[in-house]
């Protein structure tokens, strides 16, 4: 039987409670009514001028709603979670007769219930913009449902944010820093959502493997895992703080699709070639390939960070593992080391980036030379997936929760330090191109260096240019290295510690990890 029929979910407790919370009359007659004068305003500049006419109308309103569900939404998704977790109310939702599925939907729909009454109000105005031609119905539906997909991706964020983030204000800082995000892009919003219904009318089509597709396919097809992957890790951190938002295996799974997904989108076949990407030439699909690769990277680091264990995770792993009569717990287990996983996980950045080259070559073809190297970028984004899981695993298992402040340090000194001072030595430059050492010291860092490795330079001699090159893979070799070593000196130190706790030198044998109430790892004496 499912989990939670269609039934049940209606009758979903925490979605009654912010249905009957966050719907009382006064509160929303308030909101509808602001709602109501701005599109009023809206539909009176139409009238009185050919805003209907040319679809600027019709952007205004979608902009309207997109403030509405996706800054407006996410935040009270996430306020709703981050409160209930702050007072503890949802320690007594888990061990309720309430499914943890049940309490994800909850929260996810039952967050943002009055701003989904609100869009609601806006639609008769968006559907007025139809009598006059701008856009066609087609269009109108094409572009609502991008909103709504855009809209449930910043609510999962929201509501898995609200999860993973120990504090109330935590979790408001980061919706905080979204929302400054967000006002900085008002400007370029207003214009792109003013162009939108034009755009729509234009039947853009984009590349999957080849495939022409429609374009809201293509956000379908990328959006549809990704809000499977938010639901699962919410579903799981909903069970139990002390899980990881995934487990190892299902982190792997995450980054194949994210990679299937990538491959995809950047995939050049003989089945029709997308009507925007045919516009490009070979150097710009170069680029395209080379930001997959960034986003591998920025994959790979985020979904590592859901499966790392901090030193607690790992002794409680050991403790685990002696009473059941083992000398460690599977390497796939939540509280093992992430060695195995940042080793896959190098693995899919690798065969990701080696499909892709492979259809550079072949769109190059034999006569196209350049002084850049696909495959040595690819290599030098492996090895700083590699580094950058070793140093999260070494600086969690070293530093305990003090570990992420480390890693976040790390990062900058090693990242955006060399992009400063290169910045700097190349503002200082008299010639019309950076001088010699910026090159070099900006290479230093993955940001420009994976770029560098990749795309042809032709303002440097050859040597030079293998010089900066070097620059740029020596780091990222180097700090596997070291990070490999780091964290295998870590490792032994806990299994030391450990083995002095089951000896009795050095740490009292009666204190161990266990759940207590409320579910949060505490040191108890027993």
Known sequence: MHEWPISEWLDNPILVKHIRSRLRPQALASGVAVVLILCLCIAWAGLRSALFQNGTAFGLYLCLQMVILVPMGGSQVGVAMAQAKSSGILDFHRVSPVTPSALVLGFFFGGAIREYVLFAVTLPFSLLCLAFGEPSFRGFVQLTMALVIIAWLTQGLALLNGLMTRSYRGSMGVMGLGGVFF?????????ATSRASALVEMDIRLGFYGFSLPWLAVVVIVAAPILALMFLASRRKMESDLNHPLSKRQALLALCVIAFILV????????GQARLLGRLNRDDLLVIDIILLYLMVVAALIVATMVTPNRAEYLKGLWRATKQGKKRLSLWHDLSLSRL?????????????????????????????????FSLATATAVLVVGYLGLALQFFMLQFGRRGPTYFTLFVFFAWLLPLIAGAILASSSTVNRPG???????????????????????????SFVRGAQACAFTPAALFLFVFGSLLTM????????????????GIDTSTVVVPVVGDQARIQTL
């Open 183 to 191: 006002l900085f892009l008002g400007a370029p919003l207003l214009f």
């Open 264 to 271: 995809g989108i950047c995939w050049r076949g003989e089945f």
């Open 341 to 373: 996983f940042v080793a896959a996980a190098c693995l899919v950045v690798l065969v990701a980036a080696t499909v892709v080259g492979g259809q550079i070559n072949e769109a190059q073809g034999p006569q196209y030379t350049h002084l850049g190297s």
């Open 436 to 462: 010699g050492a910026s090159v070099l010291i900006l290479n230093l860092s993955p940001v420009v260096g994976i770029g560098f490795l990749a795309i042809p330079s032709s303002d440097y001699a050859p």
């Open 490 to 505: 870590a490792q032994r130190g806990a299994n030391r510690e450990f083995r002095l706790s089951q000896s009795g030198l």
